[in-house]
């Protein structure tokens, strides 16, 4: 794994920000910056975004609102968490992840956005990729983000990074 050392001078776009599925069924609101963005390249994130890898907003439960039906999937991951995948079950769209976190207060539980469920209108890029040990062969991965070669085992350096590329 690397870390990268690169600031940038994006900004982020003003809160709150806003996302939903694609037939907009599912609705939410980010009232606080997300602590990370990353890019999946697992095999099970490939497949459930039908392209090369997956993005996902790592956020504070706390701070996302939601209105409209999500339906729910649970699978077991390599790691050995389990992980809920909320979707819409009108169109499909992939909108939150969950996972297991029995050591953790309510205030500070995590969950993931997926990346495209954003609204347009502004794009960040992601500062860490995981998984690169099954990413797909055309993919190229810039060199001033954190790279993991499976899931890392805590989130921190990816948290830094985005920090570090947005928050400063």
């Known amino acids: 794994m690397e870390e990268s050392m690169a600031e ?3 900004k982020l776009p003003d809160l709150p920000w806003t996302g939903g599925c694609q037939c907009g069924q599912v609705r ?3 009232a606080e910056h997300p602590l990370t963005l990353y890019a999946c390249h697992c095999t099970e994130c ?13 956020v504070l ?7 409209g039906e999500l339906g729910e999937w649970w699978r077991p991951t390599e790691s050995g968490k ?7 079950p009108h169109c499909g769209s992939r909108v939150f992840h969950d996972w297991d976190q029995p050591d953790t207060d309510e205030s500070d539980r995590r969950m ?12 960040i890029a992601p500062v860490a ?15 001033d983000v954190v790279v993991f070669d499976k899931e890392p085992d805590d989130d921190e350096m990816a ?5 570090r590329t947005y928050l400063n």
């Open 28 to 30: 939410y609101e980010l």
């Open 8 to 10: 940038s001078t994006t």
């Open 129 to 143: 990729h995981i998984w690169t040990r099954s990413k797909h062969p055309v993919t190229i991965i810039p060199q």
């Open 159 to 163: 948290i830094r990074a985005f920090a």
């Open 46 to 58: 490939r497949k459930q975004s039908a392209s090369a890898f997956g993005m996902s907003l790592m």
């Open 112 to 123: 993931t956005i997926k990346g495209g469920s954003l609204d347009p209108g502004f794009a």
């Open 82 to 88: 389990g992980l809920t995948c909320r979707f819409c």
């Open 61 to 67: 439960k706390r701070s996302v609102s939601f209105t």
